[in-house]
């Protein structure tokens, strides 16, 4: 198949950040997809209804069109009965993340039990729980040993969607079928580096993201799920920008920037595993039925036809710089 | 106890590199040190006598006094007998690496059994082999996964004195007490960091190296070992200096640079495990013992009192730069 033509491609996990990076990278974002989840991890956090619209609407403008749709999420507080009746309309769910775990989540929850109240308002009000499921522990088994509370959630609230972000993992691959309310969003990277790429030859910065890449039999777990469109699972790619003196630097932050190459690494990837028929499923299909969108309608034709990745946008390095793939962008519509 | 004084503390694992950067480091190890085992995986590779004898005179040179010994490895090929006869009164043993593991290793050895005749050569002559004992495989895996070839040779060479170099995990460890002619350093990072301080918060590329530093577990068994100075176990630093460019960039060299402070951070280390009354036999008996060395007298008088880590040494950023360590040195005579 020399041509894919995807409908209304979703990101169900994003960071645009703020101000001058906002402005480079959402425009990149809204070129190729009809909609993406955006992470509120600013600082200050997106924690109340008044900055949801405010950054929705700096969102907007900075891609300046009409066919992209940011599905705003709050950022994980004990929130009053009241503000999660108002907010429900104008959110698709609210993302915790433990405290400290990973850029700007200072402001984290560090008692589960702490959050309990409000998730059950959630579980009622019917607004999905987003989680960054990663302990403090030894970074190589930080996911692993935060199953246990994705499995006590799962329990405790039957009737409350739960994503697990970003998994990395075999045994959170396996999680999905176990408890009828979890699904989960996954990367790009992920599915197609392991640590070895991040730290087994030369160390590569670009690479380095939390969840950290795991081992080749996580790889392996997450790449069967997406190749065959696992149906509780989305794309996600946690494209998370940091400009280049934060990350080739001493003490680099961790992010992988995938936004403007990520279809067509992705289009690359099942193709070689003759999967391209799941691909719609993948990064749009699953993701309208599990968070119940209508996305704005927008074709993106990709073709097998070499691409070499830019070895900056602007002043961001994406993965894979300078590098050529396989599959391209042909025609948006 | 304020005061600890080592005679003769020896660094069984070194790396002096050439040029500037040996005329930079040589004598930072010369000055705590009474003697060290150099690496040869130079550029072209230390594997003749005669550069065995060049090589030693450039430190000596660079050095510029008389009570620091290195001792010479040569880097292994298949050398004849007249070959091994010849160097033998000039060499400690002889370096293996497996093709292409490490800096400068791409003249490695690729097939164990293609070594062999010279490895039976060396049993017959008394010349240890030094080790560098990591597969190609996942890096979390790759020390693991390597124990089957010194259990390999050392039951097939039963009187060839093996060192596995850098050792990393809890599993070579136990290894040492399995077979008699099995010895090991172990690297003053390896007992105290894991992989979480080089990427479990930011990537830190001057606590990278190979062997990278693996599980909590594995740090637990080392330092055991260390702490009781365990009679087959020597202080080998594998101080390794890169240039700062080619570390806080994208794709950074493996190495951490420790020489200039190796001996201050284990007195902080043994002092804080009530050990210190072992760190004589850890950094210089074991090694006399197991080697057969009388190194040059010195004595090196480390006292408790704070001491900062230099940002820098020259061109070379030294492991926890700019931090204050418990010891410090008093006095070298």
Chains 1, 2 share one sequence.
Request: charged content about 20%.
């Amino acid at each position: 198949m020399n041509f894919l033509t995807l409908t209304s491609p979703l990101d169900m996990h994003l960071h645009l950040r703020q101000e001058a990076m906002l402005q480079a990278v959402a425009p990149l974002s809204a070129e190729t997809f009809a909609g993406a989840v955006i992470m509120p991890n600013l600082v200050p956090p997106v924690d109340s209804l008044e900055r949801v619209h405010s950054y929705r609407e700096e969102i907007l403008q900075a891609c300046g069109r009409d066919d992209f749709d940011p599905y705003m999420a709050l950022f994980f507080r004990n929130y009053t009965r009241e503000e999660l009746e108002a907010a429900r309309e104008h959110i698709i769910g609210i993302k915790l993340y433990p405290a400290g775990i990973t850029t700007n989540s200072e402001g984290g929850v560090s008692q589960i039990e702490e959050a309990e109240p409000t998730m059950r308002l959630m579980e009622e009000l019917g607004i999905p729980l987003h989680v960054h499921g990663e302990t403090n522990g030894f970074v190589m088994d930080r996911e692993a040993e935060f199953l246990w509370v994705y499995r006590h959630l799962a329990k405790t609230f039957p009737k409350l969607k739960i994503i697990m972000e970003h998994i990395t993992t075999a045994a959170a691959v396996e999680l999905l079928d176990e408890y009828e309310n979890l699904h989960a969003t996954v990367t790009v990277q992920h599915l197609l580096i392991t640590l070895d790429d991040v730290a087994g030859g030369m160390l590569n910065p670009h690479l380095f993201c939390k969840p950290i890449a795991k081992r080749p039999e996580d790889r392996t777990a997450l790449a069967n799920a997406a190749l065959r469109a696992h149906p509780k699972l989305s794309f996600g790619s946690d494209s998370a920008p940091h400009p280049v003196h934060k990350k080739e630097c001493c003490g680099c932050a961790a992010g992988v920037f995938t936004a403007p190459i990520a279809l067509q690494i992705l289009a690359g990837f099942f193709d070689q595993n003759n999967a391209l028929d799941k691909l719609q499923a993948f990064v749009s299909d699953n993701a309208c039925r599990i968070y119940g969108v209508t996305p704005p309608k927008k074709t993106v034709k990709l073709e097998n036809k070499p691409f070499s990745i830019p070895a900056k946008y602007g002043d961001v390095v994406p993965m894979w710089a300078g590098q050529e793939i396989p599959w391209s962008v042909a025609e948006i519509s």
